[in-house]
C-alpha cells in the first residue's frame, strides 16, 4: 500500500519577490552605510552592533528560506571582501541564522518584543561564537574567551538595544513582506 503525503504546494509570487529582493537590496546599502560610517562612531566600549544579523533575522522571520539565504550570502560575502581575513566565514553563519530564524517563527510569537529580543540574542550569540570559533580553527590563533565575551555581551546589548527602539518598524516592514510573499497566511485571503 502506498502513502499519500498531504504536501501543500506553496506558490511562489515572482513579482512580489523581485520587488520585495529590490527594497531589501536596498536596506541591505543603507544597514552597510550604517555599518561603515556610523556606528564606528557610536559604540558601546568600543563594541559596535551587527546589523547585518538583525537583517538576515527578520528576512528570515517574516520571507522565506530563499531570500533567506540569497542575503546571506551576498551580505556575507560582501563584509567578507571588504573587512575578512577569510572569505566565506560571514556568509556561511548568516546563512544558519537565517535557517535558525525561520525555526524560530515556528517556536515563538513575532508579535511579542520579548520573543524578538530573545531572537536577537541568540541570532547574535550564535553568529559571533560559530564565526569566532571557525576562524580560531582556520587561522590557528588561541581564542581569548574573556575578551570574546565582552565583545558578545556589549554587542548583544547594543543589538538589543536597537531592536527595541525599531520594534515597531521591523514589525511593520515583516509584515508587510510576510503578506507579499507568503500566500497562505490569513491576510492574504482572496475572496
Not at 522571520?61 to 530563499?66: A, D, E, H, V
Not at 561564537?129 to 581564542?143: N, Q, R, T
Amino acid at each position: 500500500m502506498r502513502k499519500i503525503k498531504n504536501k501543500r504546494s506553496e506558490k511562489v509570487n515572482i513579482p512580489a519577490l523581485i520587488i520585495i529582493s529590490i527594497i531589501l537590496f536596498l536596506i541591505f546599502q543603507i544597514i552597510y552605510f550604517l555599518q561603515a560610517n556610523i556606528f564606528p562612531n557610536i559604540t558601546i566600549a568600543g563594541v559596535m552592533p551587527n546589523l547585518f544579523v538583525i537583517f538576515i533575522l527578520v528576512i528570515g522571520l517574516y520571507g522565506n528560506n530563499f531570500l533567506s539565504l540569497l542575503f546571506g550570502i551576498i551580505c556575507g560575502l560582501w563584509i567578507d571582501l571588504l573587512y575578512g581575513e577569510v572569505i566565506g566565514v560571514t556568509s556561511a553563519m548568516l546563512c544558519l541564522i537565517g535557517f535558525v530564524a525561520t525555526w524560530f517563527d515556528t517556536l515563538w510569537s513575532k508579535d511579542e518584543k520579548i520573543s524578538i529580543i530573545i531572537m536577537v540574542l541568540l541570532s547574535t550569540l550564535i553568529f559571533e561564537f560559530g564565526s569566532y570559533f571557525i576562524k580560531s580553527v582556520i587561522l590557528e590563533f588561541e581564542m581569548e574567551i574573556k575578551t570574546f565575551f565582552k565583545i558578545i555581551f556589549f554587542e548583544e546589548l547594543y543589538n538589543v538595544l536597537l531592536t527595541i527602539i525599531f520594534f515597531g518598524m521591523i514589525k511593520k516592514f515583516g509584515y508587510i513582506m510576510e503578506r507579499r510573499l507568503k500566500r497562505n497566511n490569513m491576510f492574504t485571503v482572496q475572496l
